[in-house]
């Protein structure tokens, strides 16, 4: 998932008038303003699941992609759906689980959202101390210990 889709993806969202954040690896480059690394999807955290999931789903679709919900619920996404273009082109829409204190308690907060820049644009993330929180509650792959790492460090390599 390179740039240039990314921000495909976030203008679709936009003019829809989907409330939603950049999150997960492209969410950290986007804090950081630069790409750091190569992402196979796209993460976006969708605000209001149940109003705008759908509807992020119908324009994304028209766009190409494919969606398939996601059984397993993550910690702090209750309901996800995966969207794929069949060209290497994935994103996946996350809710957010008002059901997890941690989440429940960082909504609102100044750490949970802030803007970005992906490919000189501005993009709506989530803030270092959401990301922090996204990258939680699971086993860490190389890549989740690299972002980690460059949230910790500030964007230092």
């Given at each position: 998932?390179?740039?240039?889709?990314?921000?495909?993806?976030?203008?679709?969202?936009?003019?829809?008038?989907?409330r939603?954040?950049?999150?997960?690896?492209?969410g950290?480059?986007?804090?950081?303003?630069?790409?750091?690394?190569?992402?196979e999807?796209?993460?976006?955290?969708?605000?209001?699941?149940?109003?705008?999931?759908?509807r992020?789903?119908?324009?994304?679709?028209?766009s190409?992609?494919?969606?398939?919900?996601?059984?397993?619920p993550?910690?702090?996404?209750?309901?996800?759906?995966?969207?794929?273009?069949?060209?290497g082109?994935?994103?996946?829409?996350?809710?957010?689980?008002?059901?997890?204190?941690a989440?429940?308690?960082?909504?609102?907060?100044?750490?949970?959202?802030?803007?970005?820049?992906?490919?000189?644009?501005?993009?709506?993330?989530?803030?270092?101390?959401?990301?922090?929180?996204f990258?939680?509650?699971f086993?860490?792959?190389?890549?989740?210990?690299?972002?980690l790492?460059?949230?910790?460090?500030?964007?230092?390599?």
């Open positions: 998932m390179d740039a240039e889709n990314v921000l495909h993806a976030v203008r679709l969202l936009e003019e829809e008038g989907v939603f954040w950049v999150a997960g690896g492209w950290v480059d986007a804090l950081l303003g630069r790409q750091t690394r190569q992402h999807d796209l993460d976006i955290v969708i605000d209001d699941f149940s109003r705008d999931g759908p992020a789903c119908v324009v994304l679709e028209s190409g992609y494919l969606s398939t919900p996601i059984r397993d993550g910690l702090w996404m209750k309901r996800r759906t995966l969207l794929d273009d069949g060209r082109h994935r994103i996946e829409l996350l809710s957010i689980n008002s059901d997890n204190r989440a429940r308690d960082m909504m609102g907060t100044p750490g949970f959202s802030c803007v970005g820049w992906i490919g000189g644009r501005q993009v709506p993330c989530l803030g270092v101390d959401a990301q922090v929180l990258h939680t509650g086993r860490k792959r190389l890549r989740d210990q690299h972002d790492s460059l949230l910790v460090a500030g964007g230092s390599p």
